[in-house]
């Protein structure tokens, strides 16, 4: 079955650094599109990047040019380095593949202290 195993949220003060994990088993990792959701405290999930199985990347205005989205195929993983973190930046961050139907990870949190 399907297991995607986020890792990497902590802690972290303003203008600083994290890079969040997602540990994928399951399915054939090289073949599809992962994608990084967040959601904040009394807000809705949102898409914040993507990379395509040929890692093509789309990325939400706001992390643009601060959040950078890349795989190891090799270890069915999917990496998100954040940079420059803000304090809106705060929120659990999802690891997400959609095979016919949606698959999450469990999140982890990330907070971004001002």
């Known amino acids: 079955q399907v297991q995607l195993v986020e890792s990497g949220g902590g802690l972290v003060q303003a203008g600083g650094s994290l890079r969040l994990s997602c540990a994928a088993s399951?399915?054939?990792?090289?073949?599809?599109?992962m994608n990084w959701y967040r959601q904040a405290p009394g807000k809705q999930r949102e898409l914040v990047a993507t990379?395509?199985?040929?890692?093509?990347?789309y990325y939400a205005d706001s992390v643009k040019g601060r959040f950078t989205i890349f795989k190891d195929n090799a270890k069915n993983t999917v990496y998100l380095q954040m940079n420059s973190l803000k304090f809106e930046d705060t929120a659990v961050y999802y690891c997400?593949?959609?095979?016919?139907?949606?698959?999450w990870g469990q999140g982890t949190q990330v907070t971004v202290s001002s």
């Open positions: 997400n593949t959609h095979r016919g139907i949606n698959y």
């Open positions: 990379i395509s199985a040929d890692g093509n990347t």
């Open positions: 399951g399915f054939t990792f090289s073949w599809y599109a």
